[in-house]
């Protein structure tokens, strides 16, 4: 069955560094690809997302390209700050059927600490 | 422009207990979803719904639990005797109609079984 698999964490950086959170996926269909990430005590929120091969999408600096070939979604942004560490997730839809259901598979989570 | 709404933020029930989780989705939102985050663990998919039908459900436990998402007011996630193994944080998500829509998140049920 589909699923994604994403680089365990936690990942510890300092502020400013460069930021890779890796995110490969295995899918039956042509799924849409999401990047999600969840503050403590909070709900998932939507970072970005790409629905087709060679995507990019982009959201307060963060950014991930859809890439076929490798089946990967990497996370990347060039210079964190203390405010971003949060639990990143990795997450795909891949509707089937006609589009019956929609529901996302998520990738066990990276958790970020950026230290001042 | 309120987003998902989650109710109650917290429950506490005893073991054999029913819990009732409830869920408003977006404006405009007529699909719902729940999702169920084990301590230490990713979101894993329960059931999706559509006003007035459950239209996958493939990841809801055969028995205890139960969702409904009827013409008027929230979608409600019922447990039915629970058991400590229920503790866990539970999202409710919303989207519009179409496909390849987004989900928008809730901030969860964090429901602990004593």
């Known amino acids: 069955g589909d699923s994604v698999t994403q680089m365990e964490g936690p990942v510890t950086l300092s502020e400013e560094a460069f930021l890779t959170i890796n995110c490969t996926y295995t899918?039956?269909?042509?799924?849409?690809l999401f990047w999600y990430v969840q503050y403590p005590g909070e709900g998932l929120q939507l970072l970005l997302k790409?629905?087709?091969?060679?995507d990019k999408g982009s959201n307060k600096g963060f950014e991930a390209t859809y890439r076929k070939e490798t089946t990967s979604f990497h996370l990347e942004k060039g210079s964190v700050q203390v405010s971003d560490s949060a639990v990143y997730f990795c997450?795909?839809?891949?509707?089937?059927?006609?589009?019956?259901?929609?529901?996302?598979?998520f990738g066990t989570g990276t958790l970020l600490a950026v230290q001042p | 422009n309120a987003g998902v709404m989650q109710n109650p933020r917290h429950l506490v029930r005893r073991r054999g207990q029913e819990a009732r989780l409830r869920c408003s989705p977006m404006?405009?939102?007529?699909?719902v979803y729940w999702y169920r985050q084990l301590p230490e663990e990713g979101l894993k998919f329960m059931v999706y719904?559509?006003?007035?039908?459950?239209?996958?459900e493939s990841g809801m436990p055969k028995e205890r639990f139960s969702a409904e998402f009827p013409k008027e007011g929230p979608s409600i996630l019922r447990i039915q005797q629970v058991v400590r193994g229920d503790s866990a944080a539970y999202f409710c998500?919303?989207?519009?109609?179409?496909?390849?829509?987004?989900?928008?998140f809730g901030d969860g049920t964090r429901l602990s079984i004593l």
């Open positions: 719904l559509q006003k007035e039908n459950i239209i996958d």
């Open positions: 998500a919303s989207s519009p109609p179409g496909g390849r829509q987004p989900q928008h």
């Open positions: 899918a039956t269909g042509y799924p849409s």
């Open positions: 790409a629905t087709k091969a060679d």
């Open positions: 997450a795909l839809s891949d509707p089937k059927n006609g589009g019956a259901t929609n529901k996302l598979i």
């Open positions: 404006k405009g939102h007529s699909h």
